[in-house]
């Protein structure tokens, strides 16, 4: 039998449909930029996200990069939430390719790091001895805050206080599509504020592979040669980018819409979840208040908890009931719903967790330990 596989929405495979449209996709050279599939997901893209042009790119990583090195000179800087993908989980390619350095500020368990604190982060230009503050970023929807979505007012804020300095925003948006759908709005409203915006396709939108990056025309252009720089100039590409074309259709005939499916199991996870002795919080970013897992928490298709006994043994104990889930960054453990993911796998989940937390012997003594005291 296939695994309950939770442990990111990166494992989804590609839909029968995809599939049929890949093996019909019309191909050329992408590299002399004569691929029509390409050609057509990258202007979808561009018009879902109001933009005037896109670029399909091999994955959020590189759409990232290769954002920054459109946006930035060499030795300049951006401003970035603490625990973003860009300055945590990309192997610090800002630097090493990039050639940029970043300033970092602490978010808020909502995602977001005040628009105060980063107008107090621009350096000052006139000053030989410092850096030059070149980029902002946010990240949304908001992964270690347990996959907070970022409202348009907020994005709107940030990128008020990065153009008042003459700095673009950038929204690494990897799962910006279960942003859009958790607050109910139009994809402009998130993506309009910013210069440039990168989604995945190969995370809850099902893709087997790619990003997508979106902007002006001219820092496309750039981007397009910073992909070259970067090796991730590709060729007959369009049999990826007619996975994307599916992925990105208007309502239940695309994989936009249906998101909101893994957002109810995640809740319905994560309340399952908050019944069971052993599971908790310890109070951070994902989970601020101590104590319960606080399933209101959930407003994407992150589920993030403690567990009061070792990590490892209950990972492995969830495993051998076929339920695969992953530790995370600030101790906790990660579940994400997805399109492989039914309502049925969300009670099979439960149960499988309960009885791995019985097997498992509650870890008092570590000071790891992973539900905070107030825990009941
Ligand atoms: C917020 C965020 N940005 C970027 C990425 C990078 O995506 P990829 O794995 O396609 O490089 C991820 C991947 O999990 C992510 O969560």
Redesign the pocket.
Known sequence: MEPIDLR?D?VTKPTDEMRRAMAAAEVGDDVFDDDPTVHALQERAAELLGKEAGLFVA??????LVAQMAHLARGQETIAPAS???VS??AASYAVVAGAGVRVLQEHPDGTVDPEAIAAAFRDPSDVHEPITGLVTI?NAH?HSMGQPLTPAYTAAVAAVAHDRGVPLHV?G??LWNAVVALGVRPTDLSGPADSVTF?L??GLACPVG?VLVGKRDFIWRARRARKLVGGGMRQVGVLAAAGLVALRDGPAGMIERLGEDHANARRLAEGLADLDGIGSAGDIAQPTPGRLDPSRVRTNFVMFKVDRDRAAFLAALRARGVLMVEYPHGQVRAVTHHGISADDIETTIVAVRAALAESVPDTTSSASPVAAGHP
């Open positions: 990111s990166t994955s959020g990583a590189m759409g990232n973003s993908h860009i989980d990309e990240e992964a690494d990897a799962r995945c190969s995370k990003s």
